[in-house]
């Protein structure tokens, strides 16, 4: 059955409607293309669909078609697959809104999708109760607690969730319960988005579990809002994908979850033709930042850090004119590497104040 897809014109002479454009983590080039496509993205378009997907395919129908510079907004389920009404609407995990039609993108081109607004939609949000096997040593694993809390606290059948409060007006999350004697375990929100992909190549059809060169579930929470993602096109369209947000997230997303929760997004999306990307990039305020995106427990991470290297290798030498031996020595000096996730991938991140202006 086709997706149901409900689409509302805003009124860009309408107050409530109007939304100021914030670019911020882009750099100059990009900047300026950004701003350029949002003066001629009014009114913005809203997807409201009721049917969400689990695979990144081609073959699945088209949720919007949208040109370069559109303003989307959206509402994404948890990872669990609920709303913002805590309703159950699909099939877990990460129940997927798309694919989202970029028209003009083919295959060798890339998009850069724009985050402008990443934000938890309920008051409440969900996480796994310890760390995952796969972050500890064997020895620390022999003595661990019990993975059972409370059954069916957070989900029928489950007895490894805990709840956390979401205070979307003070940006804070607090864990429920249990309550620790010495750490009141509040933090503030840092909302990101764990899946963000294109349909890969061919009729390959991966879940919206692992990642890969197209994205995926790349658990990376330097996908927030003010930051633009950019990745390969492999299909006319590009056909794009999102879901899982969480409220905040550690690096390398060590328990196997987030803490998990439904989201508003608002997003827009730039076409680069003949952008020639190998794999996922991400820039921000004050980075530049190569993933070395594969799916986890499959290669070691010392292979997501190859990747991620020799992709900064080419973005430096390729977009900022360096020569192969000193973006060599620019990686040595200022690279930063970052674990993406604990079992998979990884990335290099350069702070733009290192970087040559750009060609």
């Known amino acids: 059955m086709r997706p149901y897809l409900s689409v509302r014109i805003l009124d860009a002479q309408n107050p409530r409607d109007k939304e100021s454009v914030i670019y911020t983590g ?3 080039p990009l900047l300026l293309l950004c701003v350029a496509a949002s003066a001629r993205a009014q009114p ?24 370069p510079g559109d303003i989307v907004m959206t509402k994404l389920l948890d990872a669990g697959a609920r709303d913002d009404r805590n309703i159950l609407r699909a099939q877990p995990s990460n129940p997927m809104v798309g694919p989202f ?31 995952g096997l796969f972050s500890l040593t064997g020895s620390a694993i022999e003595g661990l607690y019990p993975n059972v809390y409370k059954p069916d606290l957070v ?10 409060d979401v205070d979307t007006l003070r940006g804070m999350v607090k864990l429920r319960e249990p309550v620790s004697a010495r750490h009141r375990l509040e933090f503030p929100m840092e909302p990101m988005l764990g899946v963000v992909g294109v349909a890969p190549a061919g009729d390959f059809a991966p879940t919206s579990g692992p990642s890969r060169e197209y994205g995926g579930n790349m658990d990376f929470n330097e996908i927030r809002e003010g930051s633009t993602l950019l990745l390969p096109v492999f299909n006319p369209g590009a056909l794009l994908f999102l879901a899982d947000g969480h409220a905040l997230m550690a690096d390398g997303e ?12 608002e997003f827009s999306v730039d076409l680069k033709k003949k952008g020639g990307l190998t794999g996922p990039r991400v820039i921000t305020r004050d980075y ?25 290798v080419r973005w430096l030498t390729e977009e900022y004119g360096m020569e192969p031996w ?3 020595m620019l990686i040595g000096a200022k690279g ?20 040559p202006s750009s060609q």
């Not at 930042?289 to 900064?312: C, H, K, P, Y």
């Open 326 to 328: 000193a973006a060599h």
């Open 288 to 312: 530049i930042i190569s993933v070395g995106s594969q799916a986890e427990f499959i290669s070691t991470l010392d292979r997501a850090v190859q990747l991620a290297t020799s992709d900064m």
């Open 44 to 67: 913005a378009i809203r997807v409201a669909p009721d049917t969400f997907w689990n695979t990144l395919w081609r073959g699945h129908p088209v949720v919007a078609r949208i040109k």
């Open 101 to 131: 039609y970029i028209e003009g993108a083919e295959p060798g081109d890339a998009i850069a999708v724009n985050f402008r607004k990443i934000r938890p939609n309920r008051g409440t949000a969900w996480s796994y109760y310890r760390l």
């Open 155 to 164: 989900r029928p059948g489950r007895s490894d969730l805990l709840v956390w």
């Open 26 to 28: 882009i750099h100059r």
């Open 336 to 355: 930063e590497y970052e674990v993406v996730t604990v079992m998979g991938s990884a990335a290099l991140k350069i702070a733009k104040r290192w970087l």
């Open 254 to 265: 060590p328990t196997g979850a987030g803490i998990e929760t439904s989201m508003n997004v």
